[in-house]
């Protein structure tokens, strides 16, 4: 079982940046997957970005340029770091990770990310 807890959510101004954090805990196979996902009031709970633990990334096009992810093995700890936010970034930001070769998954409990105009 592996235990995530994100954190770094918060209130920020339009223009504003915030440092998600997710650290994972308990038995953690060292090939996965870990990233951010999002879900809006209302909405379906979308890809924001991913990292494998060799370090290659993924990210969704409308967080491209803006959204940086990246871990540290080490601490099994990733993190977003988000710049420029607009308000339509608000949305509870979820970390998962994955471990491809046995289909297990875990998820975080979210934490909430508002940007105000």
């Known amino acids: 079982q592996v235990h995530l807890v994100e954190s770094g959510g918060g209130l920020v101004q339009a223009g504003g940046s915030l440092r998600l954090s997710c650290a994972a805990s308990?038995?953690?196979?060292?090939?996965?997957?870990m990233g951010w996902y999002r879900q809006a009031p209302g909405k379906q709970r979308d890809l924001v970005a991913t990292i494998t633990s060799g370090g290659s990334t993924n990210y969704a096009d409308s967080v491209k340029g803006r959204f940086t992810i990246s871990r540290d093995n080490g601490k099994n700890t990733v993190y977003l770091q988000m710049n420029s936010l607009k308000p339509e970034h608000t949305a509870v930001y979820y970390c998962r990770l994955r471990v491809v070769v046995t289909r297990y998954e875990s998820w975080g409990q979210g934490t909430q990310v508002t940007v105000s105009t």
């Open positions: 308990g038995t953690i196979f060292s090939i996965n997957d």
